[in-house]
């Protein structure tokens, strides 16, 4: 009689149709089986949308949830309920956001699905320079350009400033999620200009990374500093060609001898 019986399942925060103040926020569930315990294994929630990491300066970043791919992993999980608190590292996309779960106990028997629909404010768009160390005389170091977005971009533009008596740099390449062949032009005023655009039409997906690498000599002669490393004429633009708003954060290159 026992073994027939299909467990619990319940979304308890946030609630159906709860307007979200911020990217601080906690997703709980609780569930039970008159069988026994469920295994974490057998709690299934997900989310119509992407759980995008969060890019940070020091290159770190937590990895992104893909829509409708399994949250529990990052739940903290009891014998009946579990807990995901979320402090900015992950951001879910503007609007509504649709979460869906259920449990599967050992006997295979699963619980009524359990949906709630909330909706979160529109993440900035990030653009930053991830900060690095570097010793004096140092060639081919690479100086990473990171990007933050939370939606689908046609393209990106802009200049890294630096200062050209202390770097040099030699070459630009596009990594991770950024076309392959960007459009680059050096001055010898310390300024480098950066066109991040697919001709085939392909877009730089949502997601957080780094998608540029500036590849830099070191000034032999250099005492230890700190370069400053500054972003301007930033431009970025969705897959249809509509300008986005972007915040920019500058960086540094720390040099030691």
């Known amino acids: 009689?026992?073994?027939?019986?299909?467990?619990?399942?319940?979304?308890?925060?946030?609630?159906?149709?709860?307007?979200?103040?911020?990217?601080?926020?906690?997703?709980?569930?609780?569930?039970?089986?008159?069988?026994?315990?469920?295994?974490?294994?057998?709690?299934?929630?997900?989310?119509?949308?992407?759980?995008?990491?969060?890019?940070?300066?020091?290159?770190?970043?937590?990895?992104?949830?893909?829509?409708?791919?399994?949250?529990?992993?990052?739940?903290?999980?009891?014998d009946s309920s579990a807990t995901f608190v979320n402090e900015g590292d992950?951001?879910?996309?503007?609007?509504?956001?649709v979460l869906t779960g259920y449990a599967e106990d050992a006997g295979g028997n699963l619980s009524a699905i359990s949906t709630v629909a909330v909706t979160f404010p529109a993440p900035a768009h990030a653009l930053m320079v991830v900060n690095t160390t570097a010793g004096a005389g140092v060639t081919g170091h690479p100086i990473p350009i990171g990007l933050s977005n939370f939606t689908d971009l046609g393209g990106a533009q802009f200049t890294l400033n630096y200062d050209p008596t202390v770097v040099t740099v030699?070459?630009?390449?596009?990594?991770?999620?950024?076309?392959?062949?960007?459009?680059?032009?050096?001055?010898?005023?310390?300024?480098?200009e950066i066109l991040l655009v697919d001709l085939g039409g392909d877009p730089i997906p949502t997601g957080s990374g780094v998608v540029v690498n500036l590849h830099a000599s070191i000034d032999s002669g250099s005492p230890a500093q700190i370069v400053a490393l500054t972003i301007t004429d930033v431009e970025i633009a969705n897959s249809t060609g509509i300008p986005l708003d972007v915040s920019v954060r500058d960086g540094s290159l720390s040099i030691q001898r």
């Open 170 to 192: 030699d070459s630009i390449t596009s990594v991770g999620r950024a076309p392959q062949n960007p459009f680059y032009e050096i001055s010898e005023d310390g300024t480098a």
């Open 1 to 78: 009689e026992v073994l027939g019986t299909a467990p619990s399942f319940s979304i308890t925060q946030p609630t159906d149709g709860q307007i979200m103040a911020s990217s601080d926020f906690s997703v709980a569930i609780d569930f039970s089986d008159i069988g026994g315990t469920i295994h974490p294994s057998g709690l299934i929630l997900s989310a119509d949308k992407p759980l995008v990491g969060v890019l940070k300066q020091d290159g770190s970043s937590s990895s992104t949830i893909a829509a409708d791919e399994t949250l529990t992993s990052l739940f903290e999980v009891s």
């Open 90 to 97: 992950r951001l879910f996309p503007g609007g509504e956001v």
